[in-house]
T-cell receptor
Framework: EPEVTQTPSHQVTQMGQEVILRCVPISNHLYFYWYRQILGQKVEFLVSFYNNEISEKSEIFDDQFSVERPDGSNFTLKIRSTKLEDSAMYFC????????????FGDGTRLSIL | SQELEQSPQSLIVQEGKNLTINCTSSKTLYGLYWYKQKYGEGLIFLMMLQKGGEEKSHEKITAKLDEKKQQSSLHITASQPSHAGIYLCGADRSSNTGKLIFGQGTTLQVKP
C-alpha cells in the first residue's frame, strides 16, 4: 500500500541553525500538509499546500517557516533559525482530495533543538 | 475552550471487552476522521465520516457521526491487545484547505 515517507526520522540541531525536513507524499496525491506535535500535546496544523501554493497556514507558521515542492516527488519544510520551542514531532500528510479523501500521514520526524 | 473534546482521556480494559470513545465538537463538522497513533509514531487512518447519521465499520471497529454532525463515537468490540494505542479524532471545519484540527487523544490499554 502506498505510504508517505519522511526523512530523517530524528534530527538534532543546535538552536539558531536551519533545518530541512523532507517528505515524499503518496504519488498521485495533490494536497500536502505539515502538522506538528509537541510532546504530550495535540497534533497541530501548520500549513496546507496545493498547486505549488500555500492554501492556509496557522499562526505557528511564521516567517521562520517555509515549504517547497522542489520536484515532482518531494515536499519539504524548512525552519530558518530554530528555537528551543520548535522541538516537536513533525508530520507530513497528503491526500488525493481535500474533502472526499482522508489525509495519510508519515511516521514523522522528531526534531530536537539543543 | 477545547474545539474538539475527546472522552475519556484514557481507558484500561480487559481483553475481550467492548469500549467506546467519544469526540464532541461545539460546531458543525464537515468531516470527522479517526486515527490511531502508537506512542512516538505516525497517525494511521481508521475511518472518515462526512454525513450526519453515517456509520462505518472495519473489522471490530465501528464509528458513527450523529445527525447534527457535532459528535462522533468510536466503538471497539471484543478488544485485543493490538487495539492498544492513542485514538485521535480530527475534524474538517470547512476551511476549504483540508486543515484538520485534532482532539487531545484517548489512550487505550488492553490488558491480556
Amino acid at each position: 500500500e502506498p505510504e508517505v515517507t519522511q526523512t530523517p526520522s530524528h534530527q538534532v540541531t543546535q538552536m539558531g541553525q536551519e533545518v530541512i525536513l523532507r517528505c515524499v507524499p503518496i504519488s498521485n496525491h495533490l494536497y500536502f500538509y505539515w502538522y506538528r506535535q509537541i510532546l504530550g500535546q495535540k497534533v497541530e496544523f501548520l500549513v496546507s499546500f496545493y498547486n505549488n501554493e500555500i492554501s492556509e497556514k496557522s499562526e505557528i507558521f511564521d516567517d521562520q517557516f517555509s515549504v517547497e515542492r522542489p520536484d515532482g516527488s518531494n515536499f519539504t519544510l524548512k525552519i530558518r533559525s530554530t528555537k528551543l520551542e520548535d522541538s516537536a514531532m513533525y508530520f507530513c500528510a497528503s491526500s488525493g482530495d481535500r474533502r472526499s479523501q482522508p489525509q495519510h500521514f508519515g511516521d514523522g520526524t522528531r526534531l530536537s533543538i539543543l | 475552550s477545547q474545539e474538539l473534546e475527546q472522552s475519556p482521556q484514557s481507558l484500561i480494559v480487559q481483553e475481550g471487552k467492548n469500549l467506546t470513545i467519544n469526540c464532541t465538537s461545539s460546531k458543525t463538522l464537515y468531516g470527522l476522521y479517526w486515527y490511531k497513533q502508537k506512542y512516538g509514531e505516525g497517525l494511521i487512518f481508521l475511518m472518515m465520516l462526512q454525513k450526519g447519521g453515517e456509520e462505518k465499520s472495519h473489522e471490530k471497529i465501528t464509528a458513527k457521526l450523529d445527525e447534527k454532525k457535532q459528535q462522533s463515537s468510536l466503538h471497539i468490540t471484543a478488544s485485543q491487545p493490538s487495539h492498544a494505542g492513542i485514538y485521535l479524532c480530527g475534524a474538517d471545519r470547512s476551511s476549504n484547505t483540508g486543515k484538520l484540527i485534532f482532539g487531545q487523544g484517548t489512550t487505550l490499554q488492553v490488558k491480556p
